[in-house]
């Protein structure tokens, strides 16, 4: 299709997002990518049908996912793992870290990193660092090839559990998350819009905990998802999970940002209390 025109995420049978778009890429690869303009969103990338990030807001999602699980750390983190993360929001923040010595990015769809690099640069990091490690790999293959106790800081920005991504979420992924991190270090994982989509609750959560003795589910408002979505953090000691370690402040992310993130509704918590 050519010109404007509206098109609609759909999220159940008879409810949905409409956006009045401009298509600008379309494909059908390991997942079907569509890249769409819309006047007050920008571009935006769509993955199988659902909107991954928006140009407008994607630095709330990203800034979440890194600088939330970095702040729990001991020390600022120098060893990461990035698995997933494509279009290289994740990337962009970790190289704001100073402390920063090595990053190792596992994506599994090459077409999406290419897309990305071509149309949204603006808000990618920079893949010609020498710290970065780029590799168009499965991430669970990527951490059984990694040493043991490696990293500081895993960060899981994938899709939700279908597809390719649906290995992420399995107990001997997140077995093999436990041995690459590091005593003090932390995993954080996107887990879904539970008020839409519990079911990633529902099923990944009790795998995670079975691995994991700290475990926290966070939420985060990010406009363009029209929803609160979820995040999994999982360390194998205990943190001062409201009171910031490490100091870090971003267009959206701020230190007092923390007790909102683990600040639950009651639909919430008891979605978490019916899987224990």
């Given amino acids: 299709m050519t010109g404007q025109f509206w098109w609609r995420e759909r999220i159940f049978k008879d409810f949905g997002h409409s956006y009045s778009v401009e298509l600008v890429y379309e494909e059908r690869h390991l997942q079907k990518i569509q890249i769409f303009r819309n006047p007050s969103w920008g571009y935006f990338l769509v ?17 979440t996912i890194t600088y939330l699980p970095a702040s729990l750390l001991p020390h600022p983190p120098e060893e990461v793992v990035v698995i997933g993360g494509g279009d290289g929001g994740v990337l962009r923040e970790l190289q704001k870290i ?59 920005d994938c899709t939700d559990p279908v597809g390719p991504a649906k290995t992420l979420y399995s107990k001997d992924f997140y077995e093999e998350a436990k041995r690459v991190l590091k005593p003090y270090g932390i995993l954080i994982q996107q887990a879904s819009l539970p008020v839409y989509f519990p079911y990633v609750l529902r099923e990944a959560l009790p795998l995670i905990s079975q691995v994991f003795p700290y475990v ?40 007092g940002l923390n007790p909102y993130y683990f600040s639950l509704s009651a639909n919430w918590l008891n979605l978490i209390s019916s899987l224990k």
């Fill in 47 to 63: 993955l199988d049908g659902i909107v991954q990030f928006t140009e407008r807001d994607e630095y709330i999602y990203h800034e």
């Fill in 98 to 156: 100073p402390e920063i010595k090595k990053v190792i990015q596992f994506e599994i769809d090459q077409r999406v990193f290419e897309l990305s690099q071509k149309y949204f640069f603006k808000i990618s990091g920079d893949y010609e660092d020498s710290r970065v490690n780029f590799q168009i790999k499965d991430g669970f293959l990527g951490l059984k090839e990694s040493p043991s106790q490696a990293y500081d800081l895993i960060i899981v």
């Fill in 216 to 255: 926290k589910v966070v939420r985060a408002y990010v406009p363009c998802y029209g929803e609160e979505i979820a995040f999994f953090l999982a360390a194998l000691e205990e943190k001062d999970w409201l009171n910031p370690s490490q100091q870090f402040f971003g267009r959206y992310y701020h230190p």
